[in-house]
């Protein structure tokens, strides 16, 4: 403890240039975090989606909905544990720019497990959905957005047709749904059978449809073979699970993994050289007031620690500013990839690597320093 | 004037005779500037690349059709029977047997399982009229065979090979209710994975009516015009013409985009950490020639040569570490082949390229230089009088 004033005067003992190591080593830290934890942070969200939920589509991009018998032929595959679908309104309320979302599904326990990433409701919300033809469930934020409670009538202008030729959807608001990510655009969750009974156009169709399997190893397989089942009819389908889209959307930043290594390394080397040289030049300039120590009774060890510490300060200082600019950076790119988010291993794995860049380049300078003669070193 | 030439002249040698006594310092400088040009020209070199294969395949002789509404071909719409309308347009060179080289193309999509991680990733299969390889004399088929009219057939470029599941010769593929037989693999620089078929049988197993765009090779570039101006004066054909060139280059805008952007991106925070390390040496520098700095101008020196003579000399410490730098990513990476992005094509580093990194360490050296160099044509003269 009692050669931290040491080392803090040490430290300062030329402001300029301890400033600039602090903020090129801050710089470097900054961008190994930004790195890093894109790749760690976009294996993570990968990682958390899941296997075993296969989405089913129309396998022309923009094709046909498909037609609602398939739920059956879906559960007879083996190997699919529930079936579950979602359908869909895009309306307006009141004005083009209020943006709702209303997401058609079916009101049972395998849509909310389903769905539990997305949103959560209560059993009782859940009833009063399924008592209520023409219910809805919203979001607090969506409520507190335009005024709505529970039991209130919302019209929603939309561009899906209803069979006497409107397309104004009016919904009776009967509870709450809670979501994980709040969205810009609002939610509201309503009845499937609803909106399939009242339009005109695709009736008896679903846009998407969920298949849970039972092993999330064979995803592929089942992917293939669900496909198979739909191949040769008028409905082909496409399916995919949910990692694999994820995967895919995801892929154009886990494909520059090798470039990511290659450059942490390029920049930790041009680092280590750089201050482990500017260390040198400060051992050098110092050798009188070191010889000084040295004659006043510091031992070699002591001064080896100093040197060592003062390298340390720095760097774990530098690195923890670097490291939060880093983190600072995420949320930005978090509106790229959803869910991304700096994850603590990569904070962790800066922490040691900011100690390991001090321990090697006070290596050389700081074996210099102790080693130095008294002798010579006051010429 | 010639004096203080003569004064930067003579400290211009001083700075750099001293250059051998302050290695570690010197090597910093040149070390930091190689790792920030060899990471610019290193990522730059993929761009490159890309663009290079994707505009391999043009020819300012090529031209494309589509209709005058659609932003991208993959809007267009040309009905078959407009061939033979297209057919009369002036300019277009003849085959053998005195036929127009005119060949619609459509671009429908299907999905293929990558070889590396398995998941499935779309892209196009282009459907032609006969023709295909009179308007395209350089495709070499490299195994199996053309495709034939009429059949279920299909040739996919060894890109798709090497990064899709399911292309080689005599494999077979299932789309849209029938299977497709891949009868051949060309060679064709291009970027992504190429597919070619026969564009009636494409049509009708798709449920498509029409194509996306015509593609005409012309009997010279100057014949661009004619064609711009009979198309105008054609009610009958709502169609522009462009350049194939332009068409490629619109195709890869966006993977060129990314990766400019993630290029400059590094490089300029590679260059910022240089350029701080290169100050901060060259700092070091100055502090150690404060005497002999401050004597100088005890003897006479101005500082505005001294001022130079310091910017000058780092920013001749930069250009060797752009030249290794350009060096090292040329040895590491050109011809490379590489993925990023569900693209795959071979990496470049050219001339050009190197020039950038140069200019970027000149920059690099006359930033990081500035400051150091007024500090040391600021050093009292007093300093060279008083004793250590």
Known sequence: ?379 | MTNLARQFWTLLRMNLAGIPARLGLVSTIIVGVTCAVGVLVSMLAMVVGARQETLGIASPNRIVLTSVDAPSPAQSSISPDDLALIEQLPGIRRNAAGKPIVVLQAAVFIRARSRIDGTRTGFPLFGWTPGLTDYQPELRITAGRMFNPGLHELIANENCVRQYEDFEVGAKRHLHGSDWVVVGNFNLASPVCTIYGDGATILSAFGRKTYNQANLLLRSPADFVAVTRALKANPALHLKAQLQADVLAQNTQQLNGILSFVSYFLGAIMALAATIGAANSLYAIVESRRRELATLRAVGFNGAPIVASILSESILLAVPGALIGAAVAWLLFNGLLTSPLGASFHMAVTPALAMLGLAWALGIGLISGLMPAVRAASVPVTVALRAT
Not at chain 1, 29 to 34: E, K, N, Q, T
Not at chain 1, 55 to 60: E, L, N, Q
Not at chain 1, 201 to 208: A, D, E, F, Q, S
Not at chain 1, 310 to 323: H, M, N
């Open chain 1, 1 to 379: 403890m009692k050669y931290l004033p040491l080392l803090w005067a040490g430290i300062w003992r030329k402001p300029g240039r301890t400033a600039l190591i602090l903020l090129q080593v801050a710089v470097a830290f900054a961008l190994f975090g930004v790195l890093q934890g894109l790749k760690t942070g976009v294996e993570h969200s990968i990682a958390a989606t899941r296997a075993d939920i296969l989405f089913v589509g129309p396998a022309d991009f923009g094709g046909a909905p498909l037609p609602l018998a398939y739920i059956e032929r879906l559960r007879s595959i083996p190997g699919v544990k529930a079936v579950s679908l979602a359908d869909g309104l895009l309306g307006t309320y009141q004005k083009p720019t209020q943006i709702v979302y209303a997401l058609a599904v079916e009101p049972n326990e395998a849509m909310l497990e389903l769905n539990s990433d997305l949103f959560s409701i209560l059993p009782k919300d859940l009833q009063a959905l399924r008592n209520t033809r023409d219910g809805a469930l919203i979001t607090a934020d969506i409520g507190r957005k335009y005024g709505w409670h529970v039991g209130d009538r919302i019209p929603l202008t939309t561009n899906t047709l209803k069979a006497d030729g409107s397309g104004t959807w009016t919904f009776q608001i009967v509870g709450t749904v809670s979501d994980h990510e709040t969205g810009e655009s609002g939610l509201i969750v309503v009845n499937y059978s609803y909106l399939d009974e009242g339009r005109a156009l695709n009736k008896g169709t679903v846009r998407n449809l969920y298949a849970v399997i039972s092993d999330p190893r064979r995803a592929a397989e089942m992917s293939d073979t669900i496909d198979r089942v739909f191949a040769n009819s008028s409905n082909e389908t496409q399916t995919s699970s949910f990692r694999e889209n994820s995967q895919q959307q995801l892929r154009s930043i886990g494909n520059l993994n090798f470039l990511i290594r290659a450059v942490v390394s390029t920049v930790l080397v041009a680092l280590l050289f750089s201050i482990t040289t500017m260390m040198m030049q400060t051992i050098r300039e110092r050798t009188p007031e070191l010889a000084v120590l040295k004659t006043v009774g510091f031992g070699d060890r002591a001064i080896f620690m100093m040197v060592v510490g003062e390298s340390l300060l720095i760097c774990i200082a530098a690195g923890i500013i670097g490291l939060a600019a880093a983190s600072g950076v995420f949320p930005y790119a978090g509106k790229m990839v959803p869910g991304l988010s700096m994850p603590l291993i990569v904070v962790g794995l800066g922490l040691i690597g900011a100690v390991l860049v001090a321990l090697i380049s006070a290596a050389v300078p700081a074996m210099r320093a102790a080693r130095l003669p008294v002798a010579d070193a006051l010429r």
